[in-house]
């Protein structure tokens, strides 16, 4: 018997979070997901008359993959995915792995070729379908969360099927208040960061692009970032986990950067020019998330967070920056975490996690259960 969990959280991806209509053709992108959720959301794509159009795939092969990876071969890969992308209208993706350090011995030098080589397909997804990317609930991420691996899996589908709808009306002025912001600072423990993201706008995720959702994101001025930042939650890129990742920047660019692995650090800030600037800074207040997972879809929307991202910034808020990397790393400022406050042109907006003006107060925990 199939889990009903199953069929509520796809139906909830094909008729909310892509709106899948007659005709549409979807590529699902599975990777080691359970074939019984893989057979319940392809019956979602169907019964809302799209066409589904199946990828499996698993972490262990893909990891073969980059080992071998040259620039012939990464430009294949690039021509024959880009070619599938361009022939359907939405992309899910779920991806499972029983091991989230499964690609931490490929070469960097592998990682980088292969990683800026598919960059193309990415953004051609990003920009030009509907599209939603989800973790599915693995021992390995409940482990990493603290928690028996029953009660993670029920964490998560309360997580991913809440109401997203009442959700998305809640965060609208916080989406007003920050596309019409000029000057941000962010302070607390180890942390005193300002920047402006003047004429950059702002974009709500509310269960239309990832599961879990719940942030506001924009994006720094590319060269007007000053100061410092102590991120308290680890952060894992590449295969590599990182803990108390400090950043200082000068004229928006990172100029140092020191971790528990400082030397890898600055080797992925090092990938090319754009890796020392930043594409994104987001306000994160999903109330069902507290803690860290080092799995940045859960992360990046914890109660009472923020994330900046060295990198890549997306085009619907951009700064003109470019590069193989994006890489959210979150700073949680809730008391237990430190605490912190965030300020909008020297308006107070959030402290110790919780939203300060009256219109903001509905994205506080007790107002969005």
């Not at 959280?9 to 359970?34: F, H, N, R």
Request: proline letters at 5%.
């Amino acid at each position: 018997m199939t889990d009903p969990r199953y069929t509520k959280l796809a139906k909830l991806l094909v008729e909310y979070s892509t709106q899948i209509q007659q005709g549409d053709v979807v590529l699902l992108d599975m990777i080691d997901v359970p074939d019984e959720f893989s057979v319940e959301l392809m019956r979602a794509v169907r019964a809302a008359q799209g066409v589904p159009l199946i990828e499996v795939r698993r972490t262990r092969v893909t990891r073969e993959v980059m080992r071998g990876t040259d620039e012939t071969h990464a430009k294949l890969l690039r021509d024959l995915e880009m070619f599938r992308m361009k022939k359907v209208q939405a992309y899910i993706a779920v991806r499972g792995s029983s091991n989230a350090n499964e690609s931490s011995d490929v070469p960097a030098e592998r990682m980088k070729l292969y990683s800026k080589t598919l960059r193309p397909v990415i953004d051609h997804r990003v920009k030009k379908t509907r599209w939603c990317v989800l973790r599915w609930p693995t021992p390995s991420m409940a482990q990493s969360a603290g928690m028996s691996t029953e009660a993670f899996e029920d964490l998560y589908f309360d997580v991913c099927t809440m109401d997203y709808r009442r959700m998305a009306k809640a965060m609208e002025p916080l989406h007003r208040r920050m596309e019409r912001a000029d000057q941000v600072r962010i302070q607390g423990p180890g942390t005193d960061l300002k920047f402006s993201i003047k004429g950059i706008g702002a974009k709500m995720c509310k269960g239309d692009r990832n599961i879990p959702d719940g942030e506001v994101f924009s994006c720094p001025v590319k060269t007007s970032i000053e100061g410092a930042i102590q991120f308290n939650t680890p952060t894992l890129y590449a295969g590599t986990r990182f803990e108390q990742v400090r950043l200082v920047f000068r004229q928006g660019k990172v100029v140092e950067a020191t971790s528990s692995h400082t030397a890898r650090l600055n080797e992925i800030l090092d990938t090319d020019a754009g890796a020392r600037y930043t594409g994104e800074f987001s306000l994160g207040f999903n109330p069902y998330i507290l803690n860290p997972m080092c799995d940045i879809l859960f992360d990046e929307k914890i109660a009472g967070s923020l994330h900046l991202t060295p990198g890549q910034a997306y085009e619907e808020c951009d700064n003109g920056n470019r590069s193989a990397v994006h890489w959210d790393m979150v700073l949680i400022q809730r008391p237990e975490w430190g605490g912190g406050e965030i300020w909008f042109d020297d308006e107070l907006i959030r402290k110790d996690g919780l939203f300060v003006p009256a219109d903001l107060r509905g994205l506080n925990p007790e107002r969005l259960r």
